[in-house]
């Protein structure tokens, strides 16, 4: 069969759409991306104002952290929260930036972890085996996949645990850098302030009475890092 110029040109375009969609395919790489969430949480004792949290992901995105509990002080060791609004699938963490401000040590942090991306991925893929994503926040279409977890505690502690459907696993365990802020980090609000006076604001909440009890260094010697966060049970209790 003989082809002729209009049969050929609409191969030609249908060849070159069928690329288009291959190749957007595989950039896009959706067997490469998740569902998930991901939190913040921090001791009762140790009280933080957290002015970012994020994760950097393995293709240089960005996907942001919740934290708004920690700030408001609605939080405890290993509290499982949950975030209202789920995003779309997307590519696994490879860094987890953090920039916050802690209470009992009196110190500002500002810092970057590397997250073990072969680990992550692992945990997603035997969780996808076995039944072990859980339902993500509250999504009408009922997305399911895992949790991150960030816990932060004194001096700079970080946890990070992946939390799905009767498992919990530790991710990472880490320390942040402090550092010595200068002055355009004592704005809030739109406000310039002085150091002193930025504490005050961003831990306002803090009853005297907790500030008295905190300040005389009520538990000092506390290490969160190797605490129970006691998920287990708590999944145990809903089902």
Known sequence: MKLN?????????????????????????????YDYEAVAFAPEDSPL??????????????EGISHEEVNYRNTYWGKDLVVINHSTQIKLPAKLVLDYVSYRDQKFYADTLNLPAEKIKSIFKHAAQNDGFRTLGHSKEEAKGLLFSIGIARKGSVLVLLRGNGFEEVVLKGVL???????????????????????????????????????TGF???????????????????KD
Do not use: C
């Open 219 to 237: 538990d000092p010697k506390a290490n969160y890092l190797d605490t129970p966060t006691h998920y287990l049970e708590k999944q145990l209790r």
């Open 177 to 215: 850098k402090s550092h010595e802020p200068v002055k355009k980090e004592f704005i809030h609000q739109e406000q310039q302030l002085s150091k002193d006076t930025y504490f005050r604001e961003v831990f306002r909440e803090i009853t005297d009475s907790v500030k008295t009890i905190l300040d």
């Open 5 to 33: 110029l209009f049969n050929l040109v609409n191969i030609l375009i249908a060849a070159v759409l069928l690329f288009g969609i291959g190749y957007r395919l595989f950039e896009y790489k959706p067997w490469d991306r």
């Open 49 to 62: 104002y957290i002015k970012d949290s994020y994760f950097i992901t393995i293709d240089g995105g960005r």
